[in-house]
């Protein structure tokens, strides 16, 4: 079974640029998240796909973030404009579906280092 | 809301010596508990999770955690630590009860340091 799969592994941008971040979850999974890691702190979540509708995007920083999961399957995070303080390893995962709640087990991907200039 | 403190940002052990990487949790109502491992350029990988039963739960690579609802812990243990073991190490909670959706909250991670 092929894991979770991030794009690009890093991506270094100019502040004001703009980039985008995919991620290919494992196949069949419903729910698809994405967190974040900055300066090296805690993990933090951005937001809850269930299958191609946002469940849960209370996470997001700003409007600068927008997510989005087409066809319910590989979902993508642009960051645009790119601020400094948006540096950090972007990680996605994704699970199977299951009750709100429940315990299922994450998948993580490798995550995508974002360094902002 | 619901938080996770991990008060050691590293942990050194030498080779063949227990090792204990420290959790705490906050939660409104019963916690999920789960560590995971970051290796270098590696994703994180589920080590254990806690749901009910049992307050020693054993995992992959030899590690085990204890729950400990009073002192409202999750402390990772292996009796024997493996160089190989040199990574980090993050705790996580959901509470069981959250209704907004299933969002792990992290700790900050501890970097576990094994030397030969």
């Known amino acids: 079974e092929a894991g979770v799969t991030q794009f690009p592994s890093h991506s270094v941008i100019e502040k004001g640029q703009t980039v985008t971040l995919r991620c290919d979850p494992i196949?069949?999974?419903?729910?698809l998240y994405w967190y974040r890691r900055v300066m090296g702190k805690e993990i933090k979540f951005l937001l809850h796909f269930v299958k191609e509708s946002k469940q849960d995007e209370s996470g997001m920083p700003n409007n600068r973030f927008l997510a989005e999961r087409t066809g319910g399957t590989y979902s993508t995070l642009k960051v645009q404009p790119a601020e400094l303080e948006d540096s950090g390893v972007y990680f996605c995962a994704s699970s199977q579906g299951g009750r709100v709640g429940g315990a299922n087990v994450l998948t993580f991907g490798a995550g995508s280092r974002l360094t902002v200039l | 809301a619901q938080s996770v403190a991990q008060p050691e940002d590293q942990v050194n052990v030498a080779e063949g010596n227990p090792l204990t990487v420290k959790c705490t949790y906050s939660?409104?109502?019963?916690?999920?508990l789960f560590w995971y491992v970051q290796y270098p350029n590696r994703g994180l990988q589920f080590l254990l999770k806690?749901?009910?039963?049992?307050?020693l739960v054993k995992g992959s690579y030899g590690f085990e955690a204890e729950f400990n609802k009073s002192q409202t812990s999750f402390h990772l243990k292996k009796p024997s630590a493996l160089v190989s073991d040199s990574a980090l190490y993050f705790c996580a909670v959901r509470d069981m009860n959250n209704n907004a959706g299933n969002m792990l909250t992290f700790g900050g991670g501890t970097r576990l340091m094994v030397k030969p």
């Open positions: 806690y749901i009910t039963g049992d307050n």
């Open positions: 939660v409104s109502g019963n916690p999920y």
């Open positions: 196949s069949g999974h419903d729910n």
